[in-house]
């Protein structure tokens, strides 16, 4: 029986996948910083951006959550499936979710993160110059 509304279950999964994200750029900035790559910076200020902007969002996420009591767990994990516990209004929903489907959840929350890390340096930037230090146009 569904005891969240949609809005509340929206919420709750954005939350969650968007927790699974930023787990992944840590993990991915982990590669880059030990890996064998001969120009790391760009990648890692990415990854940074990346992180930034999802932590931001989660928090916001986190206060609407509060709000609306809304908290959500996992309860358990196997090779195919992964369960969570939705908790709202004093009501348990337990939701079981496809692992493949998390992967592409969080798949497209990474080039939605990525897509604004870089929109949000275009404004800084225009034209993707990057201003220099030793630029007399200053």
Do not use: C, W
């Amino acid at each position: 029986m569904r005891y969240l509304k949609q809005k509340e279950l929206d919420l709750a999964s954005r939350y969650l996948f968007l927790s699974m994200a930023i787990a992944v750029i840590k993990q991915d900035r982990k590669h880059f910083e030990l890996g064998k790559f001969k120009i790391k910076e760009p990648y890692l200020e990415l990854l940074g951006k990346m992180e930034l902007e999802a932590r931001e969002e989660r928090r916001k996420l986190r206060q609407k959550m509060d709000h609306h009591k809304l908290q959500v767990v996992e309860t358990g994990r196997n090779d195919s499936f992964t369960s969570f516990l939705f908790l709202a209004h004093g009501y348990e929903e337990k939701r079981n979710y496809f692992n493949p489907a998390i992967r592409k959840k969080v798949e497209v929350i990474l080039s939605e993160l990525m897509k604004r890390s870089q929109t949000s340096n275009r404004e800084k930037h225009p034209a993707g110059v990057e201003k220099r230090e030793d630029d007399p146009q200053e």
